[in-house]
């Protein structure tokens, strides 16, 4: 049954199978403990002779490499976050200058890294749950459409997306003889650059945040009327952003040079293309086993009670389907933060990549690889955790 | 479903709506990829002002994608290398009964592919650095797996031991992998292996990247015996004990094949991972298909065509993971139908 549940997403992704194996796994072990029990003297020494040669192992390879080290006069140097890091970023989004420190070199590469995963997160959800919904269609061929497309995109390495996006980009005039197409988004060899609302006046964004605040407020308490109320603060605010004008930043250009509107580098803009576009044909997987898993009977009494089919979606299925898709959905979540870790390959600088300019400078390997696991490793946990906040509030009735 | 009749015309006419645009995109492709393509002289200007796709650029860069920089004269030996690989395929394929002879046929075979690319001492050497193409991706999913699946199997019983310390020293290994990126593993490995050597050892690089995905990887097969040992009922165990069976022999008869038979299938999906996770070698410097891809785009002759490369590359990425989860949907048909 778990065999094939590892091949299948909508048996995979049954919620409560982690849970169930952890305990299986441990009355397994005391099962077999019990049958063939263990003399406390026997499992002392095993444990102990195990024991003894990972020490042995781990010390014989720190001496080879203290040895290697001190011939190639690479010294363990505790300060080493602190000296100057001599070398250029490419990406920053915090100030950074050469004189900075090896330090603030690898914050900027942890804030590219949490920018692309956010960036990617957000394109493999959206993305994902679209590609889903499309996979669930009642239409035979639209289901073998969109679950070829899945087969497709699931079975190319990122790698190869991101370097068929970035060198397709590259391929673009540069700034200089770019011309925005009819959305106003300027595609060039060095980035794209979108167009965003700039200046927006004081009194526009109070009454913008107010009604954003009151909708949510709505959503939250759960009050009838809910999509009126929002269509009638919605319509008011655009009315006001109008009067008070508020004006958009389109990207044009000036000499070689691109002013205004949002610049997204060609690095990050196929870094976040590839990981989200590549993590949406998985998403749209769970999504399907998800819905799937939520028995058809639930649907058909929904039906018979005279809800219409909106409301089955809303509020049966949907509440459902979320709790099961949360444990697969926070997994993919975590691919997707390591996965950014393959902009590299384009030059994006991430943490791996100025990690990996700091491991060339100094060969401090220690520091850097322990730097490397900590850092993914609170990624993990804060989406982890993040989530496990989230759910409680996301799988309510909508 | 019931509903079907009653949806409004809008409802009814979206297919048709989705089905026209697939079809306009269809075309758009088929024109690119067919009609307006190139695929005649190896000559960069042939394809010069074309619209279309530039195939004769991937025709000239054939035997770059396929060998890499292997030696022109003998390149009969990474085709055979990719033969065996396909009949390696086959036999896994078809054969979804007789295990045992299964697996003596894919050693043979799976060894004899390195002994042939390397020459053996009996052919002419050719050394590591030169291998490449599909061949040498064939050569790193088989060796990835060589290491990762014996190492998963380990790993996988040592997280079911009754030891404690070798239980949580199993799944530490096991949760620390999976929280890290591979392309980390694999340039730390490359800056690591050579320092944790004596003075003068060295180890080839294609050897890096096999221990590298491979031990990557053996985290991820671990999960996957995992959960084929938990297939393996508690009353198994118990009538093994009743009949007076040691437990390292119960491990060996009992359990181990019915566990490992039942893991086939996600042990076959987590080596369509190996075969993904093979890309990311170009990052440390092997030519394997993605890397003779990334010469052949960086050819300045031919300067202005990376998509056609790489649509090719994707192409033949997809059709090895598609046979591939087929192969092991087969294979979990069997496993359910057994028992």
């Not at chain 1, 011939?71 to 920053?92: V, Y």
């Not at chain 2, 860069?61 to 085709?79: A, C, H, M």
Request: with cysteine.
């Amino acid at each position: 049954m778990t065999a094939v549940a590892e091949t299948s997403p909508e048996l995979a992704a049954r919620p409560s199978k982690r849970v169930r194996s952890g305990r299986r796994a441990r009355t397994a072990v005391r099962e077999l403990d019990a049958l063939w029990p263990t003399s406390a003297r026997r499992a002392f020494v095993s444990q102990a002779l195990f024991v003894a040669v990972l020490v042995v192992v781990v010390s014989l390879a720190t001496g080879t490499l203290l040895t290697n080290l001190a011939r190639l006069g690479i010294r363990h140097d505790p300060g080493l976050l602190s000296q100057p890091a001599g070398f250029d970023i490419g990406e920053t989004p915090i100030a950074y200058t050469q004189s900075d420190s090896y330090g603030r070199a690898l914050l900027v590469g942890l804030v590219n890294t949490v920018r692309a995963a956010v960036a990617s997160i957000f394109v493999a959800t959206t993305l994902g749950v679209a590609w889903g919904i499309w996979r669930l269609s009642r239409d035979r061929l639209m289901r073998r459409m969109s679950g070829g497309l899945v087969d497709i995109v699931r079975g190319a390495p990122v790698l190869i997306i991101m370097f068929a996006i970035y060198g397709v980009l590259a391929q673009l005039p540069g700034p200089r003889g770019a011309s925005p197409d009819r959305l106003g988004i300027l595609w060039t060899s060095r980035g794209v650059y979108l167009p965003e609302i700039a200046d927006v006046p004081p009194w526009s964004a109070a009454m913008l945040s107010a009604s954003v605040a009151v909708l949510v407020i709505l959503a939250w308490r759960r009050l009838p009327r809910f999509w009126m109320l929002a269509a009638l603060l919605a319509s008011l605010s655009l009315l006001l952003c109008g009067a008070t004008g508020v004006s958009l930043s389109v990207p044009r250009r000036v000499g070689f040079q691109v002013e205004g509107g949002y610049a997204l580098s060609a690095e990050f803009f196929a870094v976040v293309a590839a990981v989200g576009v590549s993590a949406s044909a998985f998403m749209a997987e769970l999504v399907r086993g998800a819905v799937e898993g939520v028995s058809l009977g639930q649907t058909e009494a929904a039906l018979s009670l005279g809800l219409r089919r909106w409301q089955v979606l809303r509020l049966i299925v949907a509440p459902q389907a979320f709790r099961v898709l949360l444990p697969p959905a926070t997994s993919l979540y975590l691919d997707i933060v390591k996965g950014t870790a393959l902009g590299v390959a384009v030059g994006y600088a991430d943490l791996v990549s100025v990690g990996a300019t700091i491991l060339g400078q100094t060969s401090q390997v220690l520091v850097i690889v322990s730097l490397f696991a900590a850092a993914y490793l609170a990624l993990n946990l804060s989406i982890v955790f993040g989530l496990r906040l989230l759910a409680p509030y996301l799988s309510r009735h909508a | 479903m019931p509903e079907r009749k009653r949806g409004s015309w809008a409802k009814r006419a979206a297919p048709w709506t989705i089905g026209l645009i697939a079809l306009g995109v269809g075309v758009i492709v088929l024109r690119w990829a067919v009609f307006d393509a190139t695929f005649g002289p190896l000559d960069p200007r042939a394809c010069e002002g074309g619209t279309g796709a530039c195939w004769a650029l991937v025709r000239e860069k054939s035997s770059l994608l396929l060998f890499g920089l292997y030696p022109p004269g003998e390149l009969w030996r990474p085709t055979a290398v990719i033969a065996l690989a396909a009949l390696l395929t086959a036999l896994w394929w078809r054969t979804v009964s007789r295990v045992r002879p299964l697996l003596a046929a894919t050693f043979v075979i799976a060894a004899a592919m390195p002994l042939l690319m390397s020459g053996a001492g009996v052919l002419s050497p050719v050394s590591t650095d030169r291998w490449g193409g599909l061949a040498l991706t064939v050569l790193l999913i088989l060796g990835a797996a060589a290491v990762g699946i014996p190492a998963g199997i380990l790993l996988a019983l040592g997280r079911q031991s009754t030891l404690p310390i070798v239980r949580s020293a199993a799944s530490a290994y096991v949760e620390t992998v999976r929280a890290l990126p591979l392309v980390a593993i694999l340039i730390a490995i490359s800056f690591l292996l050579p320092l944790l050597l004596p003075n003068g050892w060295t180890v080839d690089k294609l050897l890096r990247a096999v221990l590298g995905i491979g031990l990557f990887n053996a985290a991820y097969y671990a999960e996957a015996v995992r959960g084929g040992l938990l297939t393996v009922s508690l009353e198994q165990y118990r009538a093994a004990a009743a009949l007076g069976m040691s437990r390292s022999l119960t491990l060996r008869t009992v359990v181990l094949p019915q566990a490992l038979r039942r893991s086939i299938p996600a042990i076959v999906n987590t080596t369509v991972g190996v075969l993904k996770d093979t890309s990311l070698v170009v990052l440390i410097g092997l030519v394997d298909l993605v890397g003779g891809g990334r010469a052949a785009v960086a050819d300045l002759r031919w300067r202005g065509h990376p998509l056609e490369i790489y649509v090719v590359l994707a192409t033949a990425f997809v059709a090895i993971a598609i046979v591939f989860s087929r192969l092991g949907r087969n294979w979990e048909f069997t496993s359910e139908g057994r028992h």
